[in-house]
């Protein structure tokens, strides 16, 4: 009997805490470092930007932390989500592999952010902290967290990198629908924004300026604390609930995945989906291929150099050693598939070094290729982000075509694309261009990477 099309769980299955795969890793990442003296940061260290709570949660090596109960009535809003069978693009490609896709779609967002962004501004709130600020890069982060700031009472406060701000007026709109305040980055309104400008005008901004600019307010206003939506332990803890939910899943139907494919920016969406069954993995009791697909403009694992960095482009964050492309990098303004921090996660960089994951890199007329496909075979039009992963789905979907292995091919479609049409509109037009990053751009881009002894 085939798997359903659909498998969901009832609100009474919906997991009661993270899993923290650091609990289970064959060795420690290396400590995050404090930027001026090069010793281990301790809790003090990032108190002027986090709550306690969200602190301990980054350096903790519990195996599963209790999802508060407050959350959870948020979460009731969507969560469980459904987990699919994509049986009409399985027939479209005429393979006999099983394609399985998990749709963060449903959120209030529209995207996986929520997951991280609800629980952020709960420990916030209960710490007594009045504002958050972030940046956001497509715009699901920001939209996340003016939601979920909404539910807490806190002011919300977005610089969002300028190419994207002025691609995406439909986000700004949203995040200031749920309260939000949102700015383009770089600004006038910072320091690190006004030197940005101070050098180029026209600036198109970057991850790592907008993240300058989010921590300056935020550590220089007492009652304002700042928030990330991917890279950091505790983030990729909270996005764990998605592959928690699929291991119930696909325990309802009798199956586990043979190849695990997710797509990789920070590296939330993919940790997400993917610790639970490395979980497994590392514990004997499941043989999955765990696969990280990046955009071949913004290469951070497959090009990037795995060392100490900066997380922003002022360099007032800690030093975590991670797959970096360098803290000066900014994306070329015609990338318009999303992912496009110059880092990937310190635990996902480490667990690379491991060998636990595999990475991939796909050029982004590819991806919209296979998002177009997706969204006339199953319905969906998929974020730009995910059709990363999509494009990588298809490539091991024909090859169990050629080969008549019957897989079962799990990914995370992590958000809807409704908000990205005007990215969908430039391809369907024929005008989408790829953009490759070149070993001498990577050079350059790593030239500046900050000296850290041995």
């Not at 900066?310 to 991670?322: C, N, Q, S, V």
């Amino acid at each position: 009997m085939p798997a359903p099309t659909k498998i969901v769980l009832d609100e009474s299955e919906l997991p009661r805490a993270w899993y923290n795969v650091l609990a289970d890793l064959p060795s420690p990442p290396p400590p995050v470092l404090h930027p001026g003296t090069h010793q281990p940061v301790g809790p003090d260290d990032l108190a002027p930007l986090f709550p306690m709570d969200l602190i301990l949660q980054e350096v903790t090596t519990e195996r599963y932390v209790e999802i508060p109960e407050e959350v959870l009535d948020v979460y009731r809003l969507w969560r469980p989500s459904p987990l699919y069978r994509a049986h009409r693009l399985e027939k479209a490609l005429g393979t006999p592999a099983k394609i399985f896709y998990k749709y963060e779609g449903g959120s209030p967002a529209g995207s996986h952010k929520p997951n991280t962004a609800v629980p952020q501004a709960y420990y916030n709130a209960k710490a007594g902290v009045r504002r958050l600020t972030t940046e956001t890069g497509a715009g699901q982060w920001g939209t996340a967290l003016a939601f979920a700031c909404s539910q807490y009472d806190l002011a919300c406060e977005v610089w969002q990198v300028r190419a994207s701000y002025d691609q995406k007026p439909y986000r700004k709109i949203m995040i200031e629908t749920f309260g939000g305040t949102i700015h383009p980055s770089p600004s006038d309104l910072t320091a690190a924004g006004r030197a940005v400008l101070e050098k180029d005008p026209d600036s198109p901004g970057s991850l790592g300026i907008a993240i300058s600019e989010a921590v300056e307010v935020a550590a220089t206003n007492a009652d304002t604390n700042y928030s990330l939506g991917s890279v950091l332990n505790h983030v990729l803890l909270h996005q764990t609930i998605i592959g928690e939910e699929v291991v119930a899943q696909f325990g309802k139907v009798g199956l586990t995945p043979d190849v695990l494919i997710g797509c990789t920016g920070g590296g939330s969406n993919f940790g997400g989906l993917a610790f639970p069954f490395l979980r497994e993995k590392l514990a004997g009791r499941l043989d999955v291929t765990i696969r990280a697909v990046e955009p071949a403009s913004c290469p951070s694992l497959t090009k990037g150099v795995y060392a100490y960095d900066f997380g922003d482009t002022a360099g007032m964050t800690p030093l975590m050693k991670m797959h970096t492309l360098g803290h000066d990098f900014i994306p070329d303004p015609i990338h318009a598939g999303g992912l496009r921090y110059h880092g990937m996660s310190p635990l996902l960089s480490h667990i690379y070094e491991l060998g636990l994951i595999e990475a991939v890199a796909k050029t982004q007329r590819e991806c919209f290729e296979a998002g177009v496909q997706f969204a006339r075979t199953e319905g969906i039009v998929p974020a730009p982000e995910p059709t990363h992963a999509l494009a990588a789905c298809i490539d091991e979907a024909l090859r169990c075509k050629e080969s008549g292995e019957e897989k079962v091919i799990l990914t995370a479609l992590c958000g809807h694309g409704h908000l990205d049409l005007a990215a969908y509109g430039t391809y369907l037009a024929g005008e989408l261009v790829d953009h490759e990053l070149a070993s001498d751009q990577v050079a350059a881009a790593v030239a500046g990477l900050p000296t850290v002894p041995a």
